[in-house]
T-cell receptor
Framework: KQEVTQIPAALSVPEGENLVLNCSFT??????LQWFRQDPGKGLTSLLL?????REQTSGRLNASLDKSSGRSTLYIAASQPGDSATYLC???????????FGSGTQLTVLP | DTAVSQTPKYLVTQMGNDKSIKCEQN?????MYWYKQDSKKFLKIMFS???????INETVPNRFSPKSPDKAHLNLHINSLELGDSAVYFC???????????FGPGTRLTVL
């Protein structure tokens, strides 16, 4: 059974800092990994999808890396801004049913 | 244009009642999902439909019954509501089973 862990559970940084969010998964036989952002009381916004054959994916100030063999992914946020404050969720597609298994998220606060 | 929409946004009801949540997507996707986010913010798959056919049915009480009248709609009907059903329910859609998923804004269900 796939399990996804995100560390740290919460992170507070001053504006302008570069930061890294971590995600690990137990079963490396994944199809892809997706990073989401969730704002309080809102739905999930897809940030990046990285296929199992890819090593990294970039979108603006975000860069996601994937090391499938070690069961790890990182989300790098450059030059953080207060508007980046949200919960960041990592999820992997795996299994015969190709279902998405989520981590418990990292709550990010960027202080002005 | 809203890609994935859900109604209602909030639902407050008494224990024992029956309620429905509706979901519609205008992305032309063939796969739709229901997720439950509990009080600890953990997201878990409940159901997945592909072309109106049930693909994933996780360990969910049979009081929960999804219904897909067409590819663009996936509704969730809940019978005999219990206190433990209080959560945020998210609908999502994708094209195919292990591609990028897009989420609706969520329905916050409170059972009193």
């Amino acid at each position: 059974k796939q399990e996804v862990t995100q560390i740290p559970a919460a992170l507070s940084v001053p504006e302008g800092e570069n930061l890294v969010l971590n995600c690990s998964f137990t079963d490396s036989a994944i199809y892809n990994l997706q990073w989401f952002r969730q704002d309080p009381g809102k739905g999930l916004t897809s940030l990046l999808l990285i296929q199992s054959s890819q090593r990294e994916q970039t979108s603006g100030r975000l860069n996601a890396s994937l090391d499938k063999s070690s069961g790890r992914s990182t989300l790098y946020i450059a030059a953080s801004q207060p508007g980046d404050s949200a919960t960041y969720l990592c999820a992997v597609h795996s299994g015969s049913a190709r279902q998405l298994t989520f981590g418990s998220g990292t709550q990010l606060t960027v202080l002005p | 244009d809203t890609a994935v929409s859900q109604t209602p946004k909030y639902l407050v009801t008494q224990m024992g009642n029956d309620k429905s949540i509706k979901c519609e997507q205008n992305l032309g996707h063939d796969t739709m999902y229901w997720y439950k986010q509990d009080s600890k913010k953990f997201l878990k798959i409940m159901f997945s439909y592909n072309n109106k056919e049930l693909i994933i049915n996780e360990t969910v009480p049979n009081r929960f019954s999804p219904k897909s009248p067409d590819k663009a709609h996936l509704n969730l009907h809940i019978n005999s509501l219990e206190l433990g059903d209080s959560a945020v329910y998210f609908c999502a859609s994708s094209q195919g089973a292990s591609t990028e998923q897009f989420f609706g804004p969520g329905t916050r269900l409170t059972v009193l």
